[in-house]
């Protein structure tokens, strides 16, 4: 275990200081984030979770369900808890409220969960991330992209019904390669369908570059962002670097749960705070240095958290 924590944390902050560093020192600009971003969001990222979870035969996947609904359901109370404590103790808007929920809730399970596990277990904890991943673009995001376009801040037709509005919230988020890809997959392992040797080879080799390109991406979107300490920022790092996988422990020490699934979902809850807030206040052309100061110190702080559950969960 001496070797194991290493081993499963190094790398990954590695590879994020590289990204950090690119964009610190001016070496990759605004632009080639943007790229970089969509390689890692609308191709490596659904290649590589498409592949784990339709690989997966039918028993198996049906085994992760219990983590599908745990995640999601500590997602959703850590949400709406933060949504509701910021809202009723500051001026903090609902679009802005909801980006800092978004970016607390919704763990950074691409940059940092994917490699992390990859790490612990193999190839084979592709599967529960990818999963998890699921989980957080299905029920979470989707709410996060209501609570922006229906107060507003999308530049849309002021005429259009609120009807209209979360139909249209609901079709970007739905519709998204990063949400496609892990729910094509967990729909067609379910169908008991498999797919040739040629077209699993043609997908894991972009999908190969997703877990290094976005540990690179992590550090240069940080790069990018002015830190500054308040008490939401340390209320945020408290919840999500610890709250998360306290809650998530004591959901699963009450459920009749096998063993590798509470633990594989204390682990992901261990991850460090999420860019979906900040992804989404650049594309809504808003403030994101709230949420940008929430992900350096959550991720700072779990470089703690994440070695206490490596060796807590997998010690043996």
Known sequence: MSNAIPLALAPVFFVMALGYG??????????????????VMDFALPA????????????EMLEQAPLFAIFGAVMLILYFLWYVLVRSSSDTNPTDASLQAVTIAFP??????LPMVSAVLGPTGAVPV????????????????IVVEM?????????????IRIA?????????PVVLGPALGILFSLSGLTFGPVTKACLQLIGHAAAGVSLFLTGLILAGQSFRLDWKVVGATGMADVLRPLLTAAIVSVLPIPAEVAKMAILLAAVPSGFFGI???????????????????????????????????FGH
């Open 130 to 145: 990818a999963v998890a991943l699921a989980a957080g673009s299905i029920l979470v995001t989707p709410l996060t992209l």
């Open 279 to 313: 992804l989404f206040a650049v594309n809504y052309r808003l403030d994101s240095a709230t949420e940008g100061s929430m992900v350096i110190a959550s991720t700072g702080f779990s470089v703690v958290t994440m070695a206490i559950a490596i060796a807590v969960l």
């Open 151 to 163: 107060n507003g801040q999308t530049g849309s037709n002021p005429d259009e019904t609120p009807k």
């Open 108 to 113: 950074n399970l691409a940059g940092v969960g």
């Open 48 to 59: 590589s979770l498409f592949v784990a979870t339709a690989s997966t035969r039918r028993s």
């Open 168 to 176: 249209r919230a609901l079709r970007r988020a739905l519709t998204k």
């Open 22 to 39: 690119a964009g610190w020192f001016g070496i990759v600009n605004k632009d080639q984030v943007n790229g970089l971003n969509a390689l």
